[in-house]
């Protein structure tokens, strides 16, 4: 979906992309862009914590604004289906008009039905191809999302467009708190590899705010452009069937999965066969580490799961199986007491650091392609069914030289199994 994000800009007359994630998303980011093309040219903006969509926002205005110039922002979210693009791209060009002079603009979805997951934007009076926004309006129950559907309100997509000036100068009118803390933060930015990293510090002391409640709802300078082109938040496992492609019954399936007398069901899977039979209207999804099912009107509710595993304190609230890195990833397949087994996958041309750990051994088993193996003083290659060993406390390299990844198993064996047991010497990373 961020490819999709990106593409769906071809034929704008757009700049390079400036993408706003986390820690834990930069190298999967980083990937995402290389595929489309825009790796070289793209800046990936690493908010040090999550504080919500205005300081997010405040932070890539004053990364635009860097150079003294003034340039319109086109702001979009990455988990967004949009099915019509050229009307897409009509809006982007008659919201730029409206921003040009001036403006903060929504684009307003025209209703298809009376949803309740979506707020609603207020229409006031007709500006060019535009309006000025009468209200923001907050997710409402069935009874008034059919009025306002009745009443012609729009859905609030969550994207903007806007001068990084004027948005500067309204976050500052309205949250200078806000402001003044991701000013300081990128004050002190600094770059690393492909990346660019806002200060910590003082990034961390600012306030959580969505950039509807911070700057949108009190400027007196908010517009609106209705817009017809397919467009889903894909925000709930419900919405993710209405906008995939469905079998004679009225399925989504995706995967490994045989069904019997079953309609109007999401299913996917990425290990192990799923089969049902006669259901209606869940949502079955298997991933390497759990199994969710739920009826397709309450898929929202698995936040009550994730809050009940934070409470009960299990791992799989944080971690998942499968971890990507930015030499490949790797999926750990068993573990148990002082020992685990993963799986490795390394890119070719990838490296992992120079390291080492104090509290475990590894074997190395080669599955495919051929890994050259640093171990203290000696280099060597290890090719298919071929193993090595790495003791504790020893320095070590892992490398793919060849042109196909490299797929290997290791066996973790020791006292402690942590991924923080690693004192890294020399990475190519930056970590």
């Known amino acids: 979906m961020l490819q999709d994000t990106c593409l769906r800009l071809e034929g704008l007359e757009t700049s390079a992309p400036i993408v706003v994630c986390g820690e834990d998303h930069r190298f999967t980011v980083a990937e995402q862009l290389k595929a489309v ?11 040090p914590c999550g504080r919500n969509t205005a300081p997010a926002v405040a932070l890539a205005a004053l990364l635009a604004a860097k150079a003294g110039e003034d340039p319109i922002l086109l702001v979009l979210a990455a988990d967004h289906v949009i099915r019509d693009t050229e009307s897409f791209h009509s809006a982007v060009k008659n919201a730029s008009d409206m921003a040009e002079q001036g403006g903060l603009v929504s684009f307003g979805v025209v209703p298809t039905s009376p949803e309740t997951g979506y707020g609603y934007i207020k229409r006031g009076e007709l500006v060019g191809e535009g309006y000025r926004v009468d209200a923001f309006i907050e997710k409402p129950n069935l009874d008034l999302a059919k009025e306002y559907l009745e009443e012609g309100y729009l859905w609030n997509s969550g994207m903007f467009v806007f001068k990084a000036s004027v948005f500067l100068r309204e976050l500052g009118k309205y949250r200078s708190d806000i402001l003044e803390v991701c000013d300081k933060a990128m004050g002190a930015v600094f770059e690393d590899i492909d990346f660019i990293r806002p200060c910590k510090e003082a990034f961390q002391e600012c306030s959580s705010e969505s950039i509807d409640y911070a700057v949108m709802e009190k400027t007196g300078d908010a517009m609106v452009v209705p817009v017809s082109c397919g467009w889903s938040d894909v925000g709930s496992w419900n919405a993710l069937w209405d906008v995939s492609e469905k079998d004679s ?13 079953v309609s109007g069901c999401y299913v996917r899977n990425e290990d192990k066969l799923i089969a049902l039979v006669g259901v209606r209207d869940l949502v079955v999804v298997e991933s390497d580490d759990a199994i969710m099912v739920a009826h397709k009107d309450r898929a929202q509710d698995v936040k009550s799961i994730v809050s009940c595993l934070k409470a ?6 944080d971690l998942h199986r499968k971890v990507f890195r930015p030499w490949g990833y790797y999926d750990s397949i068993d573990f148990g007491e002082r020992f685990q087994v993963k799986r490795i996958v390394v890119n070719p041309g990838e490296k992992l650091s120079l390291q080492m750990h104090h509290h475990r051994a590894e074997h190395w088993i080669v599955v495919s392609g051929t890994a050259k193996v640093t171990k203290s003083e000696e280099v060597f290659l290890v ?5 090595t060993y790495i003791p504790i406390g020893v ?3 892992l490398e793919n030289p060849g042109a196909i990844p490299l797929e ?8 402690y199994l942590g991924e923080d047991d690693i004192l890294r010497f020399e990475d190519s990373y930056g970590r």
Do not use: F, P, Y
């Open 383 to 387: 090719s298919e069914n071929e193993s």
């Open 37 to 47: 093309g825009m790796g070289e040219d793209a800046s990936i903006l690493l908010e």
């Open 312 to 317: 009960s304190e299990r791992e799989e609230a």
């Open 408 to 415: 290997m198993i290791e066996v973790q064996s020791g006292s």
């Open 249 to 261: 019954q009225n399925n989504v399936i995706c995967g490994d999965v045989l069904t019997h007398d």
């Open 395 to 397: 320095k070590h390299r």
